[in-house]
């Protein structure tokens, strides 16, 4: 079935930079409009990024000019780039998949930013 598996999380300092990976299965990627979602600890999950299936993206106003998403359809995974990394960044991570009317989540991978 659809599968997406996160990975590129863990501890950095702020200023620095982090690259997350989505590798999808079980889905037609070249379709899907893929993006990353971040939940911190007592907060609501907000987007982050969007890529949709025509490469169009969307950024949240607090990562412009920080963050870069991007897909590689030959591998059907979706990467954050996430450079100046700030304490406010410290959240689980997640990946998303939209196909129609379905949304499919990833398990999240941990971003944790100290000053």
């Known amino acids: 079935q659809v599968q997406l598996v996160e990975s590129g999380g863990g501890l950095v300092q702020a200023g620095g930079s982090l690259m997350l990976s989505c590798v999808a299965s079980g889905i037609d990627f070249n379709s899907s409009n893929m993006g990353w979602y971040r939940q911190a600890p007592g907060k609501q999950r907000e987007m982050v990024a969007r890529i949709r299936s025509s490469g169009t993206t969307t950024y949240t106003v607090s990562v412009k000019g920080r963050f870069t998403i991007s897909r590689d359809n030959a591998k059907n995974t979706v990467y954050l780039q996430m450079n100046s990394l700030k304490p406010e960044d410290t959240a689980v991570y997640y990946c998303?998949?939209?196909?129609?009317?379905?949304?499919?989540w990833g398990q999240g991978t941990q971003v944790t930013v100290s000053s």
């Open positions: 998303t998949a939209n196909i129609m009317y379905s949304e499919y």
